[in-house]
């Protein structure tokens, strides 16, 4: 079978299309927020917790929440440097300090030890991202965070269907964001999602994300401080909603094909995959094979055997402290090292077996020519 094997696509069904059309055909006016409050609801229910807010994408939901903890320019956030450039980036927009750490070498998540190492006076929160979905050890960060009184907050725009011991990525901290864009498990286009139990944090971060315009404030046209404009639109809102009932078939397509990477390439000797720990279940979001050194299997050898095989396969995180703009952190040596032999497999929901078969191929053929 031939054909680009694209790395990630929306599963987008008749379903997501009639909402959309009834949005675009009935959604305004007295109807304009039906669907945003639906989705809203659902998400929340989703992912049992108090509060959802949907928001135009995960940067501007990160980026409100951190504003409404009150972070600000000498502070400091820790995260690890193994990450996409978006769980820094409104770290900065607030003057702040993004705190690059290393990450541990089987989960490719924050190494607690490290976090806790780089707390200063300066430290006002450790954010936790789910990398492809693997889980974060939160006990130990929360543990640590409780200790110094600093919140641990989670991206879990990766994360969307994993499960630390019965909570689900981004319940746990005290604020989790998530991405809807249409790389990620379930999307609306664009779009994002702030959730908290915190219910005074959700009635701030509400707040700001309406341009400062407090709910119940009935003077027209007035502002109560100032906020952002990070809405989502009801329209995608409608989309969000087909996703929403849709969301456990999606979870376990994901699951069913990183099971099947996992019993095809698993066991070969020199792989690793993403690791799902005891107590722990992953949403699969992004499957990633990391070679071991002895491979020899560097990150151009993968690069260029898909493109060989028209299979967009992507590259691992570049270590985020080795961006221009941020100091290099050569002290995160294992951040700095997978990236050289890791490369994402794809993995969207209406992939088909043969396509399944054609990216294991490549990996095994490397495998063989190198290790045996
Ligand atoms: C995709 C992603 C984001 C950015 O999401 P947007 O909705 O594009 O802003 C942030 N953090 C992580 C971990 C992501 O994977």
Not at 102 to 116: A, F, G, K, Q, T
Not at 234 to 253: M, V
Not at 271 to 277: F, G, H
Not at 281 to 286: D, E, K, L, P
Request: aromatic share 10%; charged share 20%; hydrophobic share 40%.
């Amino acid at each position: 079978m031939t054909g680009r094997i694209l790395y990630t696509k929306p599963s987008i069904t008749e379903v997501e299309i009639a909402y959309a059309a009834d949005a675009a055909r009935n959604g305004w006016g007295a109807h304009c927020y039906d669907y945003l409050y639906r989705f809203e609801e659902m998400f929340a229910r989703h992912l049992g917790v108090k509060h959802a807010i949907a928001t135009s994408s995960c940067t501007g939901a990160l980026h409100m929440g951190l504003a409404a903890l009150e972070i600000g320019p000498g502070d400091e956030v820790i995260l690890a440097d193994a990450n996409w450039v978006a769980s820094a980036a409104p770290i900065t927009y607030l003057g702040a300090k993004p705190v690059f750490v290393d990450i541990l070498p089987d989960s490719w998540c924050l190494d607690p030890d490290r976090v806790e190492a780089a707390i200063t006076r300066n430290t006002r929160a450790i954010l936790a991202v789910h990398l492809y979905g693997n889980l974060c050890e939160m006990d130990r960060l929360l543990e640590i965070g409780e200790r110094h009184g600093l919140p641990v907050i989670e991206d879990a725009a990766e994360a969307i269907g994993s499960i630390y011991y019965g909570h689900r990525a981004g319940s746990i901290g005290r604020f989790g964001t998530f991405s809807l864009h249409g790389t990620k498990t379930i999307t609306t286009g664009e779009g994002g999602v702030f959730v908290t139990d915190d219910s005074a944090l959700y009635e701030h971060v509400l707040t700001l994300s309406n341009h400062g315009r407090a709910r119940g404030q009935t003077r027209q046209f007035w502002a109560d401080m100032i906020g952002f404009k990070y809405k989502m639109a009801n329209i995608q809102a409608a989309i969000g909603c087909g996703q929403l009932e849709r969301i456990d078939a999606l979870i376990a397509r994901k699951r069913e094909i990183f099971n099947w990477y996992r019993d095809q390439l698993g066991t070969l000797p020199g792989i690793r995959l993403n690791p799902e720990p005891e107590g722990t279940t992953i949403g699969a979001w992004m499957p990633t094979a990391v070679f071991d050194a002895a491979t020899r299997i560097s990150r151009e050898t993968l690069r260029s055997a898909f493109q060989a095989a028209d299979i967009d396969a992507r590259v691992f995180f570049h270590p985020l402290s080795s961006l221009p703009m941020f100091e290099p952190v050569r002290d995160n040596v294992v951040a700095w090292d997978i990236p050289e032999r890791a490369i994402n497999l794809p993995s969207y929901h209406d992939m088909s077996m043969e396509q399944l078969a054609r990216v294991t191929d490549v990996v095994r053929k490397l495998i063989d020519d190198r290790v045996r």
